[in-house]
């Protein structure tokens, strides 16, 4: 993990996370941030002048924890990831969306992303901060909010596994036609950055490929406490 993070990013063998994508549904990163880089985005949590918006969970009947959405300007470090993977998901949604049959294209470079976003009225930023406590999880959710939605987006794991928490299992379900939904639970280290679905992949079938429903949540976490990153790149009403 050395250099920039620019640097970090375009290391990563995309052509790997591309197949991982189109194959599992999903694909995880080696570490990309450093064990200092995710203490530093953790500790912001409790600095609430980085935040617009906090959510406790168990209010709402979400889970158990809460999480902290950023204002703009956001923070360089989550604002470095957002505009350094976008360009490569970017190719990747346009792939799905033709394998779809679909008409959507998605601009090469984020900021004509989120001009899109303007348009339709989505101003406020996405990006968040979830903290789990022991106990805590996350119920099968979709993170949608308006019109415009990126097909990707990323969880970035800020905690250590199996010595700041356990349990905690980043859960992904698809529900295919015609068929029981399957599950995967994720384990994962700090660092590792993990590439999912919003809210549909396509799945090859015998007549072509086919849109299939993905949720995601979190297992319980059984002791300790997990933080993590979310980077959405769609903006909300």
């Known amino acids: ?32 941030l450093t064990p200092a880089e995710c203490h530093a ?8 002048e ?83 406590p022991t106990g805590g999880y996350n119920c099968l959710h979709r993170d949608l909010y308006g019109d415009v939605a990126f097909p990707l987006q990323l969880t970035c794991f800020l905690s250590e596994h199996g010595e700041d928490y356990t349990g905690g299992a980043f859960i992904l379900v698809e529900q295919r036609p015609r068929a029981q939904s399957y599950g995967e639970s994720i384990i994962t280290e700090q660092g590792e950055i993990l590439i999912f679905p919003t809210q549909y992949r396509p799945v090859k079938g015998t007549r072509g490929y086919r849109k299939t429903s993905i949720r995601h949540g979190v297992s319980r976490v059984t002791a300790g406490s997990r933080d993590t990153l979310g980077v959405i790149f769609h903006n909300a009403k």
């Open 41 to 48: 985005l953790a500790g912001l949590y409790r600095q609430g």
């Open 1 to 32: 993990m050395s250099g920039t993070l620019e640097k970090r990013i375009e290391a990563l063998d995309w052509q790997i996370l591309e197949d991982e994508l189109w194959e599992l549904g999903y694909a995880k990163t080696p570490p990309v």
């Open 50 to 132: 980085y935040f617009r918006k906090r959510v406790v969970m168990e209010r709402h009947g979400y889970g158990l924890g809460e999480y902290q959405y950023f204002s703009e300007p956001l923070p360089p470090l989550v604002h470095g990831l957002r505009t350094r993977f976008y360009p490569h998901l970017a190719l990747i949604a346009n792939r799905w969306m033709a394998a779809l049959g679909s008409t959507d294209c998605y601009p090469e470079d984020l900021e004509r992303f989120l001009e899109l976003c303007r348009t339709h009225g989505q101003l406020a930023s996405t990006p968040l901060l979830l903290h789990y």
